[in-house]
T-cell receptor, first 117, second 114 residues
Framework: GAVVSQHPSRVICKSGTSVKIECRSL??????MFWYRQFPKKSLMLMAT?????????EQGVEKDKFLINHASLTLSTLTVTSAHPEDSSFYIC?????????????FGNGTRLTVT | GESVGLHLPTLSVQEGDNSIINCAYS??????FIWYKQESGKGPQFIID?????DKRQGQRVTVLLNKTVKHLSLQIAATQPGDSAVYFC?????????????FGQGTILTVHP
């Protein structure tokens, strides 16, 4: 069964509004989670690394004020797309690391399809 | 059938054939590689992984080969089934403190015809 849960699975919002996406580790604690973005028929691109109790680390070219990440607990990271525009429409996927070692399994959520109208 | 990920992103095979999906990775410092399967509307599903101290690893119906000299990774699927139809991604990880930060290849669409 799924060990990383994303919510919602689909969301449609209007331009200018903000949308929050949740990523939860269901049966393990994740000090580190990762957020990816995927456009149709394209690969996954890492957006940011979410660290529990500290600020997220963003990849080059990703606006931190646009994509707010909060890792408030060991089982929950949230991605908020602020002032969404149609070009933000995408498939957002999180992954979580089950443990701190290099042998720790990585688990992916089933993604959130965001459509901005 | 074979695909070269960067130039032939689609692969069509008949049920029962063996499939080979190729991937070229970019970072010579990468020490951990993973193959994922992604079905439409879903997140990546782990298939098999391999560390840089190995050149071959086998799973159930799948084999991953790693050639560090030319930075090449391949996924072999034996007796391909219609349920194997999906997009397949290779991913590399540079390891160390960046463990879990994956760089994904462009993906190969595998279509299995009954």
């Amino acid at each position: 069964g799924a060990v990383v849960s994303q919510h919602p699975s689909r969301v449609i919002c209007k331009s200018g509004t903000s949308v929050k996406i949740e990523c939860r580790s269901l049966d393990f604690q994740a000090t580190t989670m990762f957020w990816y973005r995927q456009f149709p028929k394209k690969s996954l691109m890492l957006m940011a690394t979410s660290n529990e109790g500290s600020k997220a680390t963003y990849e080059q070219g990703v606006e931190k004020d646009k994509f707010l990440i909060n890792h408030a607990s060991l089982t929950l990271s949230t991605l908020t797309v602020t002032s969404a525009h149609p070009e933000d429409s995408s498939f957002y996927i999180c992954s979580a690391r089950d443990g701190g070692s290099d042998n720790s399994p990585l688990h992916f959520g089933n993604g959130t399809r965001l459509t901005v109208t | 059938g074979e695909s070269v990920g960067l130039h032939l992103p689609t692969l069509s095979v008949q049920e029962g054939d063996n499939s080979i999906i190729n991937c070229a990775y970019s970072n010579s410092a990468s020490d951990y590689f993973i193959w994922y399967k992604q079905e439409s509307g879903k997140g990546p599903q782990f298939i098999i992984d391999i560390r840089s101290n190995m050149d071959k690893r086998q799973g159930q119906r799948v084999t991953v080969l790693l050639n560090k000299t030319v930075k090449h990774l391949s996924l072999q699927i034996a007796a391909t089934q219609p349920g194997d139809s999906a997009v397949y991604f290779c991913a590399e990880n540079a390891g160390g403190t960046s463990y879990g930060k994956l760089t994904f290849g462009q993906g190969t669409i595998l279509t299995v015809h009954p």
